[in-house]
C-alpha cells in the first residue's frame, strides 16, 4: 500500500485549453487533498500565473503542476517544461506531470532530458493520480538532501550530499550521479565532471551523459569530437531535443552555417512552436540566405508574445529582412514592424534592451 503524504498544503497547477479537461483535473486534484489549485488555459497563461513573464521577476511556487501535452497552435507542454528547466524556474522538488493521449505518448517519452517526472495517460482518475502523486513525492523526499542545496546554489554541499546518499544505496543513482555532475560543472570542476559524465555513460548508456562530456569538449574546442559525441546520441535517439540543440551550436562552431540550419529545421519538425528555436532557425536561415528566415522570425514573435526567452534582436533581424525587401520606399508593415521593435526594447527590463532601445529610437 502506498504511503501516504498529506496534502492539503500543498499548491496545485492545472495547464490545459480545454474547459472541461482542467475542471476535471482541478477538482482531482482537490480529491487528493490539494485545496489551493490554479488552472492556465495556454502556455502564454501559464508563464503569467508563474511570473516567468516578470524579467528578474520572483516566480510563483507550485508543488504540482498537471500540464496537458497538445495546446493547440502555441507552445506546447514540452515547450513550457524546457523553459522551466532551463531557466531555473521549477526546482527539482517540484512536481510536473505531463498529460497526454495515448497516441502521443511515444512521442513525448522519446523527449529525453528535460522530462517530466511523470506521464497520465487520459482519462485520469483521482485513484490513479494519487498513486502517481504519493510515488513520487516519496522518491524526491528521499533525493531532497541533493535537491535543496542543488536549487539553492550550494553545490558542494550538493556534491556531499550526493556522495553520502550514493554510498546509502539510495534509490535514484542515475538521477543523484547526474545532479553531482552537473553541480561539479557550476563549480568549475570541469575535469572531475568529465570523468562522471563518462562513467555514468559507459555503465548506465544515459544519453544525457554523453551529451554532459560533450558539452565540455566543447568548452575545450574539441569540437569535431563533440560533434561525434553528439551525432552518437542523435543516431540513438533520433527525438532527443537537448542533442539537436547541441549539434546546432557545435555546427556553427565549425563554421557549417548550412549543417546548422539542417538541425535547426530537423528540431523545428518536433517542436515547432518552441519561441527559441523559432528565432534560432530565423538566425540561421538569414545567414545562409534561405528565403524561411522572415516567417520564421515572424511566427516566433507571433507565439512568443510573453516569452522570456523571446529577444529584441529577433525584431531587429525582421526589421532589416523587410527593409531590405522594401528599398528605398517602406511599405507600412515594415514601419509598423520597426515600431514593434522600438516598443519591445523600450519595455526590456535588461540592460541589453535599454540599450538597444537608445540605438533603435
Same mark, same amino acid.
Given at each position: 500500500?502506498?504511503?501516504?503524504?498529506?496534502?492539503?498544503?500543498?499548491?496545485?497547477?492545472?495547464?490545459?485549453?480545454?474547459?472541461?479537461?482542467?475542471?476535471?483535473?482541478?477538482?482531482?486534484?482537490?480529491?487528493?487533498?490539494?485545496?489551493?489549485?490554479?488552472?492556465?488555459?495556454?502556455?502564454?497563461?501559464?508563464?503569467?500565473?508563474?511570473?516567468?513573464?516578470?524579467?528578474?521577476?520572483?516566480?510563483?511556487?507550485?508543488?504540482?503542476?498537471?500540464?496537458?501535452?497538445?495546446?493547440?497552435?502555441?507552445?506546447?507542454?514540452?515547450?513550457?517544461?524546457?523553459?522551466?528547466?532551463?531557466?531555473?524556474?521549477?526546482?527539482?522538488?517540484?512536481?510536473?506531470?505531463?498529460?497526454?493521449?495515448?497516441a502521443a505518448f511515444r512521442t513525448?517519452?522519446?523527449?529525453?532530458?528535460?522530462?517530466?517526472?511523470?506521464?497520465?495517460?487520459?482519462?485520469?482518475?483521482? *485513484?490513479? #493520480? %494519487?498513486?502517481?502523486?504519493?510515488?513520487?513525492?516519496?522518491?524526491? !523526499?528521499? @533525493?531532497? $538532501?541533493?535537491?535543496?542545496?542543488?536549487?539553492?546554489?550550494?553545490?558542494?554541499?550538493?556534491?556531499?550530499?550526493?556522495?553520502?546518499?550514493?554510498?546509502?544505496?539510495?534509490?535514484?543513482?542515475?538521477?543523484?550521479?547526474?545532479?553531482?555532475?552537473?553541480?561539479?560543472?557550476e563549480m568549475g570542476h570541469f575535469?572531475?565532471?568529465?570523468?562522471?559524465?563518462?562513467?555514468?555513460?559507459?555503465?548506465?548508456?544515459?544519453?544525457?551523459?554523453?551529451?554532459?562530456?560533450?558539452?565540455?569538449?566543447?568548452?575545450?574546442?574539441?569540437?569535431? *569530437?563533440? #560533434? %561525434?559525441?553528439?551525432?552518437?546520441?542523435?543516431?540513438?535517439?533520433? !527525438?532527443? @531535443?537537448? $542533442?539537436?540543440?547541441?549539434?546546432?551550436?557545435?555546427?556553427?562552431?565549425?563554421?557549417?552555417?548550412?549543417?546548422?540550419?539542417?538541425?535547426?529545421?530537423?528540431?523545428?519538425?518536433?517542436?515547432?512552436?518552441?519561441?527559441?528555436?523559432?528565432?534560432?532557425?530565423?538566425?540561421?536561415?538569414?545567414?545562409?540566405?534561405?528565403?524561411?528566415?522572415?516567417?520564421?522570425?515572424?511566427?516566433?514573435?507571433?507565439?512568443?508574445?510573453?516569452?522570456?526567452?523571446?529577444?529584441?534582436?529577433?525584431?531587429?533581424?525582421?526589421?532589416?529582412?523587410?527593409?531590405?525587401?522594401?528599398?528605398?520606399?517602406?511599405?507600412?508593415?515594415?514601419?509598423?514592424?520597426?515600431?514593434?521593435?522600438?516598443?519591445?526594447?523600450?519595455?526590456?527590463?535588461?540592460?541589453?534592451?535599454?540599450?538597444?532601445?537608445?540605438?533603435?529610437?
Amino acid at each position: 500500500m502506498q504511503d501516504f503524504i498529506d496534502l492539503s498544503g500543498f499548491k496545485g497547477l492545472v495547464i490545459d485549453d480545454a474547459p472541461t479537461s482542467r475542471s476535471a483535473m482541478k477538482a482531482q486534484l482537490h480529491q487528493v487533498g490539494v485545496r489551493d489549485v490554479q488552472m492556465a488555459s495556454s502556455v502564454p497563461e501559464a508563464r503569467k500565473v508563474i511570473g516567468v513573464d516578470i524579467p528578474g521577476g520572483r516566480t510563483n511556487y507550485f508543488d504540482i503542476i498537471l500540464c496537458d501535452y497538445y495546446m493547440g497552435d502555441g507552445p506546447n507542454g514540452q515547450d513550457l517544461l524546457e523553459e522551466l528547466r532551463q531557466g531555473r524556474y521549477l526546482k527539482n522538488s517540484q512536481v510536473f506531470f505531463m498529460v497526454t493521449a495515448e497516441a502521443a505518448f511515444r512521442t513525448i517519452i522519446e523527449v529525453a532530458e528535460y522530462s517530466p517526472d511523470d506521464y497520465l495517460i487520459k482519462p485520469i482518475t483521482a *485513484a490513479l #493520480l %494519487s498513486q502517481r502523486l504519493m510515488a513520487t513525492i516519496k522518491r524526491k !523526499k528521499q @533525493l531532497d $538532501a541533493v535537491y535543496a542545496p542543488y536549487d539553492n546554489g550550494d553545490y558542494k554541499k550538493a556534491i556531499e550530499e550526493g556522495k553520502r546518499l550514493l554510498s546509502a544505496n539510495t534509490p535514484g543513482q542515475i538521477e543523484i550521479k547526474k545532479l553531482i555532475a552537473y553541480s561539479l560543472v557550476e563549480m568549475g570542476h570541469f575535469d572531475e565532471a568529465r570523468i562522471l559524465f563518462s562513467h555514468v555513460h559507459e555503465k548506465h548508456g544515459a544519453p544525457w551523459a554523453l551529451i554532459g562530456e560533450a558539452k565540455l569538449k566543447m568548452r575545450e574546442k574539441e569540437y569535431e *569530437a563533440a #560533434l %561525434s559525441d553528439i551525432k552518437q546520441v542523435i543516431q540513438a535517439n533520433p !527525438k532527443y @531535443l537537448s $542533442a539537436i540543440d547541441l549539434s546546432i551550436e557545435a555546427h556553427q562552431k565549425v563554421n557549417d552555417y548550412q549543417g546548422a540550419f539542417k538541425m535547426a529545421k530537423k528540431i523545428l519538425d518536433l517542436t515547432p512552436n518552441n519561441v527559441s528555436r523559432l528565432q534560432k532557425g530565423g538566425a540561421l536561415a538569414q545567414a545562409v540566405g534561405n528565403s524561411e528566415a522572415e516567417a520564421l522570425l515572424s511566427r516566433a514573435i507571433k507565439i512568443g508574445s510573453n516569452s522570456v526567452n523571446l529577444t529584441v534582436r529577433t525584431y531587429f533581424q525582421l526589421a532589416l529582412i523587410k527593409m531590405r525587401k522594401d528599398g528605398k520606399k517602406l511599405s507600412k508593415d515594415t514601419v509598423d514592424s520597426i515600431k514593434s521593435m522600438v516598443e519591445f526594447a523600450e519595455k526590456s527590463e535588461s540592460e541589453k534592451g535599454k540599450a538597444f532601445y537608445q540605438l533603435t529610437a
